[in-house]
């Protein structure tokens, strides 16, 4: 097909990026926000960056509009800069510019336009703030990360070598990942060849084209191993949809429609690198316990209801490693490439190593597990589905957590944006659903910070919802001395 051609038919999004649209309520705009720190940014600077090396990305041109066939890219002919660029010339201190930044969580993106924008607040207490929000359709995090690594710089003097993609590509992909999936669902049905993914511990379909019926019929264990398999997915799939509901607490409140975000001071990550290697835990296991001790006090739970309740936190897990490679996602192309699994939360430990190796447990179980695919896959399953029919599925998975935990790690040494240095990064997730609680985590430039974006009605006090996380640090450090 020529590209005229390609250009003529509509730019569909995939099922996992229209699935945020399909989620999305006018009380609940799904969008990932950032906060950068950017020293002596100018409005004028970054206009000139995000002209030069934003707008290379064609996606950030365009538009997501629903048509008779689903969700489609559509490009903005009227586009403006002016309209995704805004200047707040207040003075903010800290307390202010959490204020400010809450509004904006709190208003949806413009939907006849591209849905982004970047807000520079030169006169923030601190260093100029630059408040960045994206609906969630255009990518995750890491698609995301990816790009800002991209065009910000390792120093104030070099220029960005390799940024931008076409979007046109995505339209072709369609045939090749349909067939992918339809290769791979053929081969577990036919019990052909698979293997173990070292590491992974998911399973990988026969190779494209190969048929199971020349394969010799002495050859040992092939339709054994393809009965496993199939069994394997049979509970994988059953394990899940029959994970218990969360027990109802504080956490589980009706949602008022109102979020405040709060982040915490920058921690040096050799603090958790110092308890992972003590504990024998990871650095992921260490941010979860602090995640799960504050949890634990915002539950407003006690005593024997305390010891019997279940809670459970959703964490994004990226999968791209893991997929088909017709599958995979374009390097540098924006995109949603992650599935989701429940972490179980030790609320009821009594203390700071026993959450912590509860949650080293658990996370390497689900790791391993099938879990991630299959939540990538029914989320997208879901957007492909009538509303009367998606609706289910979706309440399905948001009355199995009571909050959504999401950990970035972003490059080790300081960045530069524009020529300037970026002193600090926060991120917000959104909450799809009835979760009222987000805990992001970002590491940057050898610190490690955590972001809260709560309904007031499920944490009305995140500053101190923050403290507690700080504070299991200090007693696990305690612990393990």
């Known amino acids: ?201 998911m399973a990988r379909p026969a190779p494209a084209g190969m048929n199971t019926d020349d394969i010799p019929a002495h050859q040992p264990g092939v339709f054994e191993q393809g009965l496993m398999t199939s069994l394997r997915a049979i509970n994988e799939m059953t394990g899940m949809l029959t994970e218990p509901e969360d027990t109802p607490s504080d956490l589980k409140r009706s949602l008022l429609g109102r979020r405040h975000c709060r982040w915490s001071g920058p921690v040096p990550v050799r603090s958790f690198l110092t308890l992972a290697r003590r504990s024998g835990c990871s650095i992921n296991d260490v941010l979860l316990s602090c995640v799960a001790a504050a949890m634990r006090d915002a539950m407003g739970v006690s005593g024997s209801a305390l010891n019997q309740s279940v809670v459970h936190a959703a964490v994004p897990v990226d999968i791209r490693r893991a997929l088909p490679e017709a599958l995979r996602p374009v390097r540098h192309m924006p995109g949603n490439y992650f599935g989701t699994i429940f972490v179980p939360m030790p609320v009821d430990g009594g203390f700071a190593l026993e959450r912590l190796w509860r949650i080293k447990h658990e996370t390497r179980r689900l790791k391993r597990s099938w879990q991630p695919l299959m939540g990538w896959g029914l989320s997208g399953l879901a957007s492909l589905l009538p509303a009367s029919l998606r609706q289910p599925i979706s309440d399905l998975f948001f009355r199995k957590a009571s909050a959504v935990v999401s950990n970035v790690p972003g490059t080790r040494e300081p960045r530069y944006l524009a020529g300037h240095k970026i002193t600090e990064q926060m991120f917000w997730v959104p909450q799809a659903g009835e979760i009222g609680l987000g805990v992001s985590i970002v590491s940057y430039a050898g610190n490690v910070q955590f972001g809260v974006v709560a309904d007031e009605a499920i944490v009305p006090d995140p500053d101190r919802f923050l403290a507690r996380c700080v504070r299991e640090l200090d007693e696990l450090g305690e612990a393990l001395l």
């Open 1 to 201: 097909m020529s590209d005229a051609a390609n250009d003529r038919e509509p730019l569909r999004l995939l099922p996992m990026d229209a699935a945020w649209l399909n989620l999305e309520s006018p009380q609940n705009p799904l969008t990932i926000t950032v906060l950068m720190r950017v020293s002596d940014l100018t409005l004028s600077e970054l206009r000139a960056f995000v002209q030069r090396y934003w707008l290379p990305w064609e996606r950030f041109r365009m538009r997501p509009v629903q048509r008779s066939c689903g969700w489609c890219w559509e490009w903005d002919r009227q586009f403006d800069l002016a309209n995704h660029l805004f200047h707040v010339p207040e003075s903010m201190d800290e307390s202010r510019l959490q204020q400010w930044v809450s509004a904006r969580l709190n208003q949806s993106l413009r939907q006849d336009r591209p849905r982004w924008g970047f807000w520079l607040v030169p006169n923030a207490e601190g260093g100029s703030a630059l408040l960045f929000r994206i609906h969630h359709c255009y990518g995750d995090g890491i698609s995301l990360l990816d790009v800002f690594d991209s065009i910000c710089t390792r120093s104030p003097e070099e220029r960005p070598q390799s940024y931008g993609n076409e979007e046109r590509h995505t339209a072709r992909r369609w045939p090749r990942v349909m067939q992918a999936c339809r290769e791979a669902f053929a081969s577990g049905l036919q019990g052909g060849g698979t293997q173990s993914v070292a590491g992974e511990g």
